[in-house]
């Protein structure tokens, strides 16, 4: 290999240009065994995790594995899980219209933490409620995409939380909210 010349023709002075640049990547990655389950579960509208066999939590999408365990978890700890739970943080993302931005007005991501046997999805939105009406402890329900619509392409193995193409969403149930104390020790 021989290393090319520095080009003399570029003045290493002379001020950085811009240039707009657009570019598209398409990649396909291979879903892991277990993610594929945790997918396939989605498709039928069932949201499948992993309860640990040591320290009981659950692990949702599963992981394979209890970190804090330091664990394998299998077919055999699958658990399903409730499409029902409680708000336990929330970020109110107020758009910047950069390049692909289709949202305009402020809109809330929630983590719902789902009722027993528990687990936890991230990042979710909340339908039909004002944003400035998002709070912890708000009961929640999902809201499926109609079964033959669903898909699971934009769940990878990464995707750590993300029910993205099978729900839509979640609403409020309209039950009282749950105090803070109640759920505090189980998020994690
Ligand atoms: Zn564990």
Redesign the pocket.
Known sequence: MSASLPDETIDPNAPVANMDYFMALEFKETICPVVQRYTDGLLAGKIIGHR??????VYVPPRGY?P??V?ETTEEDEVELADRGIVTNYTVVTPVQYYGQEATEPFAKVSVLLDEPGGMLSLQDVLEVPVEQVRIGMRLEAVWVPESDRTVEEIGNRSWGSADGCILGWRATGEPDVPPDQFNDRVF
């Open positions: 640990c066999s040591q320290c009981g939590l209890c804090i365990d664990l």
